[in-house]
């Protein structure tokens, strides 16, 4: 139970109705789970306005309500109204102030960018879990609390602001010292994680993605410079070792100068391309079953790391983590240590082996840019044709969905277009735009790709073109174990699909 005075005294320029005694027992944004004396926020959303629920509310006990609209004339007596400019904003503050500010009591590191997020994330959170900090996070992936670990089944990378503030109070009370936060662009322009006090920003990169949510890729971008803008070097917690206050940036990308006006912490880069990098890799040597390179800090010290991680885009991820884990005064050779022992992410560049003579690789590659990278790791570990398939999520960023099917044209032998997750979109409407893209790069429908509606289809059109020493890269679904078609979702695992599929062919 928290005082309701002291939630609605966090909230700006606030405008109340009713008396503000008494204690609030719950924060909630769903009218379904509010509780006799919960706090209810009124959020407008693209659906449905929860103005409109406000009535249900009342009626299910919520002693007070937060809104942007005038308060209901017929109150009841006994209940609060506060009315604010931005209910998101009010709710990711009442969040945080009804679950004590946890991360006021721990050290937070947030990883943004289009691609490489989870796997920065979960590097890091292994740099500090092998230095000895008792770790949490929060992932795309999975949730960890101390040694307790649990898949997201979410399907949202960054949790609503009361679901994110109350892992966060759990991680605090089970003497989580540190968490790392996956931190998406929505997360941060919705206020999902408003009334996180981060000590660590960290961005991979940025690339064409989410405009369906930001509108234009200045908006994405901006929001994207919130996280890095949420570090504030002056900011101190009770905490038995100390704290580096960082932005950490990839030198190599366009974001960089973009992002630089707003850090107002010290900015720590970490690079491959560029030398000047505070954190710097050479002699990379990429192989199929890992990767070796040399890393120089800015106490000039080298390391030499090996991981079984693969690609380049991978060894970019293992310096994003080195840059905070060396801010924060670990030593090089003992994250080398770590780094060497640390496997991918769960549908990550995730081989399925099912006796098949050709490979299949499973990954989360949903834009134009993870697509092409990932394309361009696998091309020369493969000794034959290298086919794709991958479609692009309906009711999502439509103006990507040319750019995929160029991108695969160009670095792909062959290609089936295929669901993703069309939701309430005509699936077919949807690879006919990716095809589009592919046409304009010159491949040929029939020839070159095919469109398959259905997604277990489309993988086994192509398994069924797959020859020995072929390539068959199964993209955007990744780790996700559902499909959306229409409003329902699906049971879905592209790595079982995968090996069921080819367990029947070779049965057959």
Request: glycine share 10%; aromatic share 6%; proline share 5%.
């Amino acid at each position: 139970m928290v005082a309701l005075a002291s939630i609605l005294g966090e909230l700006p320029g606030a405008v109340t109705q009713g008396a503000l005694a008494g204690d609030v027992d719950g924060v909630t944004y769903r009218s379904a789970e509010v509780t006799p004396g919960a706090l209810f926020v009124a959020i407008p959303g693209k659906w449905r306005d929860g103005h409109d629920f406000i009535p249900e509310a009342l009626a299910r006990g919520a002693v007070a309500i937060i809104g942007e609209r005038p308060a209901p004339v017929d109150l009841p007596d006994g209940r609060v109204y506060a009315r604010v400019a931005d209910a998101r904003l009010a709710l990711g503050l009442a969040a945080a102030a009804y679950c004590g500010h946890p991360t006021r009591r721990i050290m937070v590191v947030g990883v943004t960018g289009t691609d490489g997020k989870t796997t920065t994330t979960n590097l890091v959170e292994a740099l500090l879990a092998g230095a000895g900090r008792r770790t949490g996070m929060m992932s795309t992936v999975d949730f960890k609390i101390g040694e307790r670990r649990w898949d997201n089944a979410s399907r949202f990378t960054t949790l609503e602001a009361p679901e994110v503030q109350t892992l966060l109070a759990d991680m605090a009370n089970a003497g989580v010292e540190c968490a790392v936060v996956e931190t998406t662009s929505s997360g941060l322009a919705l206020h999902r994680v408003t009334g996180v006090d981060y000590d660590v920003a960290v961005v991979t990169n940025i690339t064409h993605e989410h405009l369906e949510v930001h509108g234009t890729l200045e908006n994405y971008r901006r929001a994207k410079a919130m996280l890095v803008e949420a570090v504030d070097p002056k900011g101190e917690k009770p905490l038995d070792f100390p704290v580096a206050r960082v932005c950490v940036l990839n030198a190599d990308d366009s974001s960089y100068e973009y992002l630089r006006p707003y850090c107002r912490a010290p900015i720590v880069t970490y690079g491959i391309e560029n030398p000047a990098a505070d954190v710097c890799a050479s002699d990379l040597d990429l192989r199929a079953d890992g990767s070796r390179f040399t890393v120089r800090f800015p106490d000039d010290a080298i390391v030499e790391i090996r991981t079984p991680l693969v690609a380049r885009f991978n060894v970019a991820n293992c310096l994003a983590a080195l840059a905070v884990g060396h801010a924060q005064g670990l030593d090089g050779h003992a994250m080398a240590q770590t780094l060497a022992a640390a496997h991918g992410v769960r549908g990550r560049m995730e081989r399925v082996d099912a006796g098949q003579p050709f490979t299949v690789v499973v990954d989360y590659a949903h834009t134009a840019d993870s697509l092409e990278k990932v394309l361009g790791v696998l091309r020369p570990l493969t000794t034959g044709r290298l086919i794709a398939v991958f479609g692009s999520a309906g009711d999502r960023d439509r103006t990507k969905r040319p750019l995929m099917g160029e991108v695969a044209a160009r670095l792909a032998d062959f290609a089936v277009i295929t669901d993703e997750d069309p939701r309430e979109e005509d699936a077919a409407a949807i690879l006919r735009e990716i095809a589009v893209g592919a046409e304009r790069a010159g491949a040929r429908g029939g020839t070159d790709f095919i469109e398959v509606v259905d997604r277990r289809a489309g993988i086994a059109a192509a398994f069924a073109r797959a020859k020995p020493g072929d390539t068959v890269l199964l993209a955007g679904k990744g780790h996700e174990q559902n499909i959306i078609i229409g409003k329902e979702k699906v049971p879905w695992d592209d790595q079982r699909v995968a090996r069921e599929l080819l367990g029947a062919s070779a049965a057959s």
